[in-house]
């Protein structure tokens, strides 16, 4: 029996989602874990952390630029890579998510996987793309547990289909709205004159205050009987002032795939309304928060491309692509602000109890709590 989502528990959302209702409805798309759990909470190295990877275009047809655009709500994370796509408009690699103090490994790891599969890119230059949120309250964020094989493996072992959500990949240690959190996904289904194209979202989910969570309006975050140590302060104390993590603070990596056709800068605009999504869920967007969100469309191979010449220009040396336009691009809005709001959704009903470094604890959100909420709907 696979394991209950937020729609069944009986929470209405907005929209048409995709077969799978996730990210890898987006044809082509191929996401990956490796989850790496290991030792006791009394023993000196405990890790609670792992990797995420997120092809836009497989494994083979990596190399080939999707056009792309990023947005920060609040800058207090890292994505590497942001600086080409503002510049050229453009994503070629896979994408790694993980904690915040094992960027580089993830980033060495995504170098060295292009290497093994596509030598001729690695000729050139690569700027891959990694985020990252903190999961230091559980894991042992310093202990160095995360390696480059580790992202080598999460991108080998990319599938499409059905995903798994919460504690697993780089959402492994995560917490949100003092709620175990994680990783998490949704999709829409989007009609544009006679074609359909898929819009999928996907959340490293470790953001929001307690009292602020809803779900489709419901207050369930500050009615909740659950223990919320994550937000006292009892653990401050006891791990020292330097230690210290604010209620709120952690930050939100949002990944959005589309197949619709869309020009660098429509892309960027998908990913401004990411916020809108989270928004719905509570989250005011604290200032302790790294909030980092990017889009890309798999359309338009062939186009966008930056290579360096071999000759000058020919005579036909043009590219083109097909792009909605601005003036209909409002439904595919509207899919991200939808699809992101169930996928914080699906975060927190994935996700389940855990006990970290020190014997630090999370709590999942209770599920009948969430059933109670939407028993009258």
């Known amino acids: 029996m696979s394991e209950p989502r937020a729609r069944d528990l009986g929470v209405p959302f907005d ?6 209702n996730a990210i890898t409805d987006v044809p082509g798309v191929l996401v990956g874990y490796e989850t790496l759990i290991a030792g006791e909470p009394h023993e000196a190295s405990v890790a609670r952390t792992g990797v995420t ?6 494994r083979d047809d990596a190399g080939v630029p999707c056009a792309a655009g990023v947005y920060s709500m609040n800058g207090n994370g890292e994505l590497t890579g942001r600086s080409w796509i503002e510049e050229s408009g453009t994503l070629a690699l ?13 980033h060495t790891g995504v170098d060295r996987w292009v290497h093994r599969e596509h030598p001729e890119l690695s000729a050139e230059w690569m700027l891959p793309v990694v985020g990252e949120t903190w999961d230091g309250y559980l894991n042992q964020i310093n202990a160095g547990h995360v390696r480059p094989e580790h992202a080598i493996a ?5 599938a499409s289909g059905p995903i798994a959500e ?6 492994t240690g995560m917490n949100c709205y003092g709620f175990k959190g994680g990783s998490g996904t949704a999709s829409r289904v989007v009609d544009h004159g006679g074609d359909r194209y898929t819009v999928g979202v996907f959340l490293q989910a470790n953001f929001g205050t307690r009292h602020e969570l809803r779900l489709v309006g419901r207050p369930l975050g500050r009615d ?10 009892e653990w401050f104390v006891r791990d020292g002032e330097r230690a210290r993590a604010r209620a709120g603070a952690g930050s939100v990596i949002g990944v959005v795939v589309t197949d619709a056709p869309l020009l660098p800068g429509q892309c960027a605009a998908l990913a401004r309304r990411v916020p809108l999504g989270l928004a719905r869920t509570g989250t005011s967007g604290s200032h ?10 798999t359309a338009n191979p062939g186009a966008f491309t930056s290579s360096m010449p071999t000759a000058g220009p020919g005579s036909d040396d043009y590219e083109t692509s097909r792009f909605v336009p601005w003036g209909h691009i409002d439904p595919l809005y509207e899919a991200v602000v939808q699809a992101t709001e169930e996928a914080v959704a699906n975060v927190l009903v994935a996700a389940r109890d855990m006990v970290g470094r020190d014997g630090h604890f999370s709590p999942a959100l209770p599920h009948d709590e969430v059933r109670r909420a939407f028993r009258a709907d």
Request: proline share 7%.
């Open 15 to 20: 929209g048409t989602p995709g077969e799978w």
């Open 53 to 58: 990877a997120i092809l836009p275009r497989g």
């Open 94 to 106: 896979p994408i790694a998510l993980t904690n915040s103090h094992a960027v580089g490994a993830a």
């Open 154 to 158: 999460a991108i080998d072992a990319a």
């Open 166 to 171: 919460g504690n697993v990949g780089g959402g």
């Open 224 to 233: 909740s009987a659950a223990a919320n140590p994550y937000e006292e302060v």
């Open 288 to 297: 302790f928060s790294g909030d980092i969100f990017l889009a890309c469309s």
